[in-house]
C-alpha cells in the first residue's frame, strides 16, 4: 500500500506525468470534481488550481518545483513595485530588476555550459559546471541525494520565465493591475494544462480570467473534448508512431540509411514535430477549456504558410507574439535601429565566435553589421528597409538560441531570419528580374557543384532549379498575357516552396535536440552533415519502390496527416462543430472508439512531448 501510494504521489524521474498516461486522466477528474465543487467560490477555485498545477509540475519535475515557485513569488513582490513606483528612473530600474532575475534563473539552467565554454575558451580557464542548487539541497538533506556536477533544465522552464516576465512588462506598460492575492497570480503562472509546454499566456489575456465564474455550454463541452481527442490522435498517431518506427532510427545514424530515406526522415520530421507540439496545444486547451478557461491559439496551419514570415505568424503564435511585443518592438521594429539592435548584434558576434570556435565568424558579423551601417548613412531612403530587416533577424537568431545555446539552433534561427528577408528582396523585384536571378543562381550552383562535388551544392542546384523553373514559367505567363488566372497555382507553388525551406531548417534543428548541451553542438554538426551528404549524394533509384513499400505505414501516415493539414479551414471548422454539438450518448462512443484507435499505435514507451526540452 505504501509502494503504491509513493507511486501515485512521490515524483519518479523515470515515470514523469504526461498527457498520454492514464494516471494524468484521473488526475484531471479528481481536478473537475473539486472545481464543480468550487465553482462559485473563486479564491478557493484558483488556490486548488494553484495547489494542483504544482503538484502536476512536481510530479514531471520534481526538485525543481522549487524554482517555480521561487519564480511565482519573486514576480509576485516585484510586480507590486512596479506598480506602485512612480514613472521614471526608479519604476524603469524596478522593472529592469525584475526582468533581469527571471532571465539569470533561466539563464543559470539553461546556458551554464555555454557560459562555462565561452569563459574557458576567452580566458583559458578550466572551470567546471556545478549545480550550485543541488549543493544547497545536499546540504540540507545531509546527503548526496543530488547529483552536483551535471545541470539539469527544469521541464518548461522558458515558458513560465516569459510568463512571470509578461506580466511585469503588462504592469509597466499599464495594461493590467497587479494581481492582489499570490494564490491568484501563482494560479496563472502554473496552470497546469499549458504549465510545461505553452502556448505562453500573457498576463492581459488570461488575468481576468481568474475572477470569471466557471462557465460551460454544451457546446463548449464538446469543443474541450474534441481537442483532447484531435491532440491525442496528433501525438500518439502521428508524432510518436513516425518518430520510433522511422523517423529517430535515421537521424540516429544517417549514414546507414540511403539520400531518399533520410529525404523522408526530414519531412516526416516536419510532420511529426508539428503533430507533438500542436497535439500537446490542443489537449491543453480542452483541458482548458473544460474547466473554464481559453487558452489563445497556439497554430494556424502553419504548412499552409505561402512565405517563411507568414509561417512564424502560424507557427508557435504565442512565442511570435512575445518576441514581437517584447523583443522586436523595444529594439526599433519597423522604425529604426536602437542602442538594443547593435547590442544584440554584437553579442550574436559572440556567441557564434564561442559556438563556432572561430574567430572569422565574429569578423564577418561585424562586417556585414557595419556595411549595413554605412549604407544606411549613406543611402537614407533605404534606412526603414534596412533597420527593419536587422531587427528581423536579431529576433529569429535570440529566438533560435531561446530554444538552446548551441551552433546549430543558432544556424536555425539564422536560416529562417534569412528566409523572412530574402523573400521580402524577392517580392520588392519585378517578375522578370525574379527569372533572371533564379537562372542565375542555378547557373552558379551548378558550376560550383560540378567544381566541388559538395553534396550541399548538389541539393541547392534541385532548389535552384525548381525555383528557376517557377520564376521563368511566371515570367512567361505575363509575358504572353495568357488570360486565364492562375492565382490559386502562384499560392500552392509558394506554399509548397516555403514548406520545402522550413523542413531544411528543421534539419539544424532536430539534430541537436534532445542532446546534452556539452556535446550538442559537435553531434548536431556531424548529424546534419551526414544527412546532407546522404541527401546530396548519389541515389539508387531503382530501390526507391521497394523502400516505400518497407515503410508503408509511415509513408501512408506521413501523407495522411499532410493531407488533412492542408484542408480547407472551412472544413475543418464545420466537423468540429458536429463533433461538438452531436448527441451526447453519440459523442461517448465516437469518443471511445478514437481512444480505442488511438491507442492501438501506442509503443512500448510512452514519448515525451518534444518542447518539454525547452
Not at 567544381?451 to 523553373?469: C, E, L, Y
Not at 548536431?524 to 513499400?549: C, F, L, P, R, Y
Request: aromatic letters at 18%.
Amino acid at each position: 500500500m505504501m509502494e503504491k501510494l509513493a507511486d501515485i504521489f512521490l515524483y519518479n524521474e523515470h515515470d514523469q506525468l504526461l498527457f498520454t498516461q492514464f494516471y494524468f486522466w484521473a488526475f484531471f477528474a479528481v481536478v473537475m470534481v473539486f472545481v464543480a465543487m468550487l465553482q462559485k467560490k473563486l479564491l478557493m477555485r484558483n488556490a486548488f488550481l494553484f495547489a494542483a498545477s504544482v503538484f502536476f509540475y512536481y510530479k514531471t519535475s520534481g526538485i525543481f518545483t522549487l524554482i517555480l515557485l521561487f519564480a511565482i513569488v519573486a514576480s509576485f513582490i516585484i510586480g507590486k513595485w512596479v506598480s506602485t513606483a512612480r514613472a521614471g528612473w526608479r519604476k524603469n530600474s524596478i522593472l529592469g530588476v525584475g526582468v533581469v532575475v527571471n532571465l539569470l534563473v533561466l539563464s543559470y539552467f539553461k546556458y551554464a555550459y555555454f557560459i562555462t565554454d565561452m569563459l574557458n575558451n576567452m580566458f583559458g580557464l578550466k572551470m567546471e559546471v556545478v549545480d550550485y542548487f543541488a549543493m544547497i539541497g545536499n546540504s540540507i538533506a545531509g546527503d548526496n541525494i543530488f547529483r552536483a556536477d551535471v545541470i539539469l533544465l527544469p521541464v518548461g522552464i522558458s515558458f513560465f520565465t516569459f510568463q512571470c516576465i509578461s506580466y511585469l512588462m503588462d504592469i509597466y506598460r499599464e495594461r493590467i493591475k497587479p494581481v492582489s492575492n499570490i494564490l491568484d497570480y501563482g494560479f496563472y503562472v502554473s496552470f497546469f494544462p499549458q504549465l510545461v509546454a505553452g502556448p505562453i499566456v500573457r498576463a492581459n489575456e488570461f488575468i481576468g480570467q481568474l475572477y470569471r465564474p466557471y462557465s460551460l455550454s454544451r457546446r463548449h463541452f464538446g469543443m474541450a473534448i474534441f481537442w483532447i481527442m484531435n491532440g491525442m490522435a496528433k501525438k500518439i498517431i502521428l508524432s510518436d508512431y513516425i518518430a520510433v518506427n522511422f523517423i529517430d532510427r535515421v537521424f540516429e545514424n544517417p549514414t546507414m540509411y540511403s539520400g531518399f530515406e533520410n529525404l523522408a526522415a526530414l519531412f516526416g520530421y516536419s510532420l511529426q514535430v508539428y503533430a507533438d507540439f500542436s497535439g500537446y496545444t490542443d489537449i491543453a486547451t480542452g483541458v482548458a477549456l473544460a474547466m473554464g478557461f481559453y487558452l489563445p491559439q497556439n497554430f494556424n496551419s502553419p504548412y499552409k504558410a505561402p512565405n517563411a514570415g507568414n509561417f512564424w505568424k502560424r507557427w508557435h503564435m504565442s512565442l511570435s507574439r512575445w518576441l514581437q511585443d517584447y523583443l522586436y518592438i523595444p529594439m526599433g521594429g519597423n522604425r529604426n535601429a536602437t542602442l538594443g539592435t547593435y547590442m544584440v548584434i554584437a553579442t550574436v558576434a559572440v556567441v557564434g565566435t564561442v559556438l563556432s570556435g572561430n574567430i572569422w565568424v565574429a569578423i564577418a558579423v561585424m562586417t556585414i553589421a557595419s556595411g549595413c551601417a554605412i549604407f544606411v548613412v549613406l543611402n537614407s531612403g533605404k534606412r526603414k528597409l534596412i533597420t527593419t530587416n536587422i531587427n528581423s533577424m536579431n529576433t529569429m537568431l535570440l529566438g533560435g538560441l531561446w530554444h538552446g545555446a548551441s551552433w546549430n539552433f543558432m544556424i536555425w534561427g539564422g536560416l529562417n531570419g534569412l528566409g523572412m528577408i530574402i523573400f521580402k528582396i524577392w517580392k520588392s523585384i519585378g517578375i522578370y528580374w525574379r527569372a533572371v536571378v533564379s537562372v542565375a543562381t542555378l547557373g552558379l550552383c551548378y558550376v560550383v557543384a560540378e567544381m566541388t562535388g559538395w553534396p550541399f551544392f548538389n541539393i541547392a542546384v534541385v532548389w535552384a532549379g525548381v525555383t528557376a523553373a517557377g520564376a521563368t514559367l511566371r515570367a512567361l505567363y505575363n509575358l504572353m498575357r495568357i488570360p486565364m488566372e492562375l492565382k490559386w497555382l502562384e499560392h500552392a507553388w509558394a506554399i509548397l516552396q516555403t514548406f520545402v525551406f522550413i523542413t531544411f531548417t528543421r534539419l539544424f534543428f532536430r539534430s541537436g535536440s534532445n542532446l546534452d548541451p556539452a556535446e550538442a553542438n559537435e553531434t548536431a554538426w556531424n548529424t546534419a552533415k551526414d544527412m546532407v551528404g546522404q541527401i546530396g549524394g548519389s541515389w539508387n533509384v531503382d530501390m526507391i519502390g521497394e523502400m516505400v513499400m518497407n515503410y508503408a505505414n509511415v509513408f501512408g501516415l506521413i501523407v495522411a496527416g499532410m493531407i488533412i493539414h492542408w484542408l480547407p479551414e472551412r472544413l475543418k471548422r464545420r466537423y468540429r462543430i458536429w463533433f461538438a454539438t452531436m448527441p451526447l450518448p453519440v459523442m461517448v462512443i465516437v469518443s471511445v472508439i478514437i481512444v480505442f484507435v488511438v491507442y492501438q499505435f501506442v509503443t512500448a514507451d510512452l514519448q515525451k512531448f518534444i518542447y518539454y526540452q525547452f
